[in-house]
């Protein structure tokens, strides 16, 4: 019925900031534009794998308060084969983690950035004890 995840929609202050975020820093490809009815840019496709893309929207105009334990979006979770690498990748860009490399309660090793519109990514490298490997 269900065959997966699609994308995830996220709306940006600054497309340009965004792209250069998602494409040049982490890597993902952009893969495609939709226009609205008077022919605007309205959004950009990034691939992140096949079939699953991250959608931007232009228009941003306000961020939600960070607040501790709000109800809805969290964050997004990017599976990486080594942690440190995606690390120091990230840190040669001129980025500052949020958290550094560390070991989770799941056994998986986990670090943390911000995109430029403040939502919290976290990349995690699975690990063979991992609840996520025995499911």
């Known amino acids: 019925m269900i065959k997966g995840i699609g994308h995830l929609a996220l709306t940006v202050e600054n497309m340009d900031k965004s792209l250069e975020f998602y494409c040049d820093i982490l890597g993902f490809e952009r893969a495609f534009e939709i226009r609205d009815n008077e022919n605007q840019p309205w959004i950009e496709y990034i691939k992140v794998a096949p079939g699953q893309f991250i959608e931007l929207f232009y228009g941003g105009l306000s961020k939600q ?3 501790r334990n709000q109800i809805g979006f ?3 979770c990017l599976e990486v084969n080594d942690i440190n690498e ?3 990748h990230i840190k040669m ?3 500052t983690l949020d958290v550094e490399p ?3 309660k ?11 519109d403040g939502n919290r990514i976290e990349f995690m490298q699975l690990e063979p004890t991992s609840p996520h490997m025995n499911c």
């Open 65 to 67: 308060l960070e607040e």
């Open 74 to 76: 969290n964050h997004i």
């Open 86 to 88: 995606v690390a120091n």
């Open 93 to 95: 860009k001129g980025l």
């Open 102 to 104: 560390t070991k989770g």
């Open 106 to 116: 799941d056994n998986n090793y986990q670090c943390w950035i911000k995109d430029p």
